[in-house]
C-alpha cells in the first residue's frame, strides 16, 4: 500500500477520539497535533514524535508561527494548497498564529481534531476553505509527490 493510502487507513482509526488537550491516546484522547503525530508515527513507524512544550491557547497571545516552525523542524515541507494531495497536512489560523491542523481525505474531505468534540472528518468547506483560515498544506517528512 502506498504511504499516502495508508495514512488516510490510519487516520480513520482515530475517528471518534474525544478532544483533549496535549494527549495522543487512541479512543481515549488527542488534540489536532497529537493526532498527525499519531497517525505519521504508525503509518511511517519512526520514534516516539516529541512535542515542544505548548500551552492550548498560546495562538490568541502571540504571532509567533510555533506551529510552522514545529512543522519544519521536523521535516515537513510546504506545498501550494493546490497541490494538496491526500494525506498530506493542511494548516489553519486562529487567532494571531496558525494553530490547527487536519489530513487531507479523499472527496475533499478533512479528518482532525476537533476542540469540545472529537476526531471528525468532514468535507473542507465554508470556513474552513476559506483564505482567511487556511493557510499552508505540508507533506509529511519524505513524501514525495
Not at 4 to 23: C, I, P, S
Not at 68 to 75: A, D, Q, R, Y
Request: a neutral charge; proline letters at 4%; hydrophobic letters at 40%.
Amino acid at each position: 500500500m502506498k504511504i499516502r493510502e495508508r495514512t488516510v487507513e490510519v487516520a480513520l482509526t482515530w475517528l471518534g477520539t474525544k478532544y483533549e488537550d496535549k494527549q495522543r491516546v487512541k479512543q481515549g484522547g488527542v488534540d489536532c497535533v497529537n493526532f498527525a503525530a499519531g497517525v505519521w508515527e504508525e503509518v511511517s513507524g519512526c520514534d516516539l514524535i516529541v512535542l515542544p512544550e505548548y500551552f492550548p491557547q498560546w495562538h490568541l497571545h502571540q504571532k509567533e508561527e510555533r506551529f510552522l516552525i514545529g512543522l519544519e523542524s521536523f521535516g515537513c515541507r510546504e506545498k501550494p494548497l493546490d497541490d494538496r494531495l491526500i494525506g498530506d497536512l493542511l494548516i489553519f489560523k486562529f487567532g494571531l498564529a496558525c494553530s490547527h491542523c487536519a489530513i487531507v481525505m479523499p472527496n475533499n474531505t478533512i479528518i482532525h481534531s476537533v476542540v469540545g468534540r472529537a476526531v471528525i472528518m468532514h468535507r473542507l468547506l465554508g470556513m474552513w476553505r476559506s483564505p482567511e483560515c487556511l493557510k499552508h498544506c505540508y507533506n509529511f517528512p519524505g513524501v514525495i509527490d
